[in-house]
């Protein structure tokens, strides 16, 4: 019989296993009788994410409840994937001048599509918009290869860094712990207010909502952390800190 609720343990604390075909609250009732059995293996234990299962805002919050009853710390309920030669995860269908400010250039705005959703209506950009879940994130830890891509309905947060030939399209913002090299594209439903952060921005190809962006042949970037959005119709770039 196959296990619904598993704990892994890393060297920076644990990662929550869940199985996405079980109701949730046969799982929430699965990580009781888990809890139960090892308090006190779990007491001050820190829990840094969740793999198999995305959960949303009501089911992390009964999870954290739960946690907090015993002892349990939860730093992050985000979905994780972990890359690697042998990842088996699904197919993730998946500009400067000063280190002040810099305007990527050029920037051409790209035509909006309408977004079909799982019933198969159609959505407007502003209403796809509207449904993302503000707390939902994709944490990915490792390095994005070329010919890698991910796309979720939500944050994604990378880990590693992005090679050329990579992309990553989310519909909130993107934040690379590590250089951007590849192709990255927030607020791909539409949400101009999305950003891009990385420890390094050199990117293939940037868009922000419908904006599309280049940067210039021979620019470098500066060794600094920094954030891209939109400012009164452009793609800046300026220093995360």
Known sequence: MKTKVEFKGTKDGIILQMDPECEFEELLEGLH??????????????????EGRTLNRREKEEI????????????????????????????????????EKREIIPAEAVPKKDVINASGAVQT??????QRREDQAKIVFGTLRSGRSITYAGHVIVVGDVNPGAEIVAEGHIVVMGILRGVAHAGSAGDTTATITAFKLNPTQLRIGALITRPPEGGQAPDI???ARIRDGNIMIEPYL
């Open 33 to 50: 009788e888990k809890i139960i059995q090892g308090k006190n293996f779990f007491s001050g234990a820190t829990v840094l994410g969740v």
């Open 125 to 130: 950009n502003a209403e796809a918009v509207g």
């Open 64 to 99: 954290e409840k739960l946690f907090s009853a015993s002892g349990i710390k939860a730093s992050r309920l985000d979905f994780i994937e972990r890359l690697g030669h042998n990842s088996s995860s699904e197919k993730i269908k998946t500009e400067k001048t000063n280190p």
């Open 225 to 227: 952390p920094e954030i």
